[in-house]
């Protein structure tokens, strides 16, 4: 996914900027990183988690796509289903190279 429709729009994702993996994005995905990890040991329940997880994953395709598209705000990013954001996280990370290293999941846990 290299794109992203929000509200009937579509926006090319962009690649982030090496002032922004520096400043912004790497900080990001590590907490992305960290919220996966405690929800895989089970110290974190998944709703816990979720607007974090939501908020973290909104401000990275909000960051991508400022580069391109300046006027468009994080509220508008934040009306997609959360299962489209994090798809575009994926493109996002695709699109800069960092193909396989942001990935957000939400993990199920049995009972």
């Given at each position: 996914?290299?794109?992203?429709?929000?509200?009937?729009?579509?926006?090319?994702?962009?690649?982030?900027?090496?002032?922004?993996?520096?400043?912004?994005?790497?900080?990001?995905?590590?907490?992305?990183?960290?919220?996966n990890g405690q929800l895989q040991a089970g110290?974190?329940?998944?709703?816990?988690?979720?607007?974090?997880?939501?908020?973290?994953?909104?401000?990275?395709v909000h960051l991508s796509l400022s580069n391109?598209?300046?006027?468009?705000?994080?509220?508008?990013?934040?009306?997609?289903?959360?299962?489209?954001?994090?798809?575009?996280?994926?493109?996002?990370?695709?699109?800069?190279?960092?193909?396989?290293?942001?990935?957000?999941?939400?993990?199920?846990?049995?009972?």
């Open positions: 996914m290299n794109s992203v429709t929000i509200q009937g729009t579509e926006y090319d994702l962009q690649p982030f900027t090496a002032g922004q993996l520096r400043h912004q994005a790497s900080a990001k995905l590590a907490a992305i990183d960290e919220i110290t974190i329940s998944p709703m816990k988690a979720m607007p974090e997880m939501v908020g973290l994953c909104c401000d990275l391109k598209y300046p006027d468009l705000t994080l509220e508008a990013v934040e009306t997609l289903p959360f299962a489209e954001i994090q798809k575009a996280v994926e493109g996002v990370a695709e699109v800069t190279g960092l193909k396989g290293e942001g990935k957000p999941q939400m993990v199920k846990r049995g009972r």
